[in-house]
């Protein structure tokens, strides 16, 4: 819709005010305001459920946990899926495509989560054998390294040196089975997270009194 422009002669000021206001429409249809308000008028896609902030799904159920193996059950490629509840009045579109209006009892997307590999071999059994059988090389035995555990078994573990030094190793999760699959461990066991840093990593800048 064109604007109206007034006839005969016209002040600068009239000019100046005519334009201000076709720049306020302009900024007003094409800016965020008029983002919102397009989405208001149901011009804007609904968002995906996958796509919600942390604090629009506040309900999720802990996996299921393998009893064999203390990991989740659909636990693949070191990711396994939580069912997440989009919280009440927020509308999305769930995992199948469809836009639902949640009530806080629906799932509407699946979270992934990390999951450690596991091959059998336990973090308990491991550290049992390494503090009472290790001056026989069990605990290497154990954890698929036959060579070390015959020398262990042979030297009576280093002169007991070596059944000391495996055990801290064993117990602080250093060394692990041989395929380098990780330990069965509890859920919420003794599990110890390793920190690195790399050039990726943020660094604080220090602030000083």
């Not at 965020?32 to 919600?52: I, N, R, S």
């Not at 550290?127 to 042979?154: E, H, I, N, Q, T």
């Amino acid at each position: 819709m064109a604007a109206a422009w007034p006839s005969g002669p016209v002040s600068p000021e009239a000019v100046a005010a005519h334009l201000l206001g076709v720049l306020w429409l302009v900024a007003a249809t094409t800016g965020p305001w008029g983002a919102v308000a397009t989405a208001a008028a149901g011009g804007d896609e609904t968002l995906k459920c996958e796509d919600l902030k942390v604090g629009q799904y506040p309900l999720w159920r802990d996996p299921k946990i393998n009893d064999a193996t203390q990991e989740p059950v659909n636990c693949t490629n070191y990711t396994a899926h939580v069912s997440c509840f989009p919280a009440p009045n927020i509308t999305c579109k769930d995992f199948s495509g469809n836009e639902t209006h949640f009530t806080g009892n629906e799932v509407g997307f699946h979270k992934p989560i990390s999951c450690r590999n596991v091959n059998g071999y336990s973090y308990k059994v491991a550290v049992a054998l390494s503090l009472f059988l290790g001056w026989l090389g069990a605990d290497r035995f154990y954890l698929g390294y036959p060579a070390l555990g015959l020398l262990k078994f042979c030297t009576v573990g280093f002169c007991g040196i070596g059944s000391l030094i495996d055990f801290i190793l064993i117990s602080m999760q250093i060394v692990g089975p041989s395929d380098g699959s990780s330990y069965i461990i509890d859920y919420y066991g003794t599990r110890l997270t390793r920190l690195s840093i790399t050039n990726e990593t943020f660094r604080k800048t220090q602030l000083y009194p």
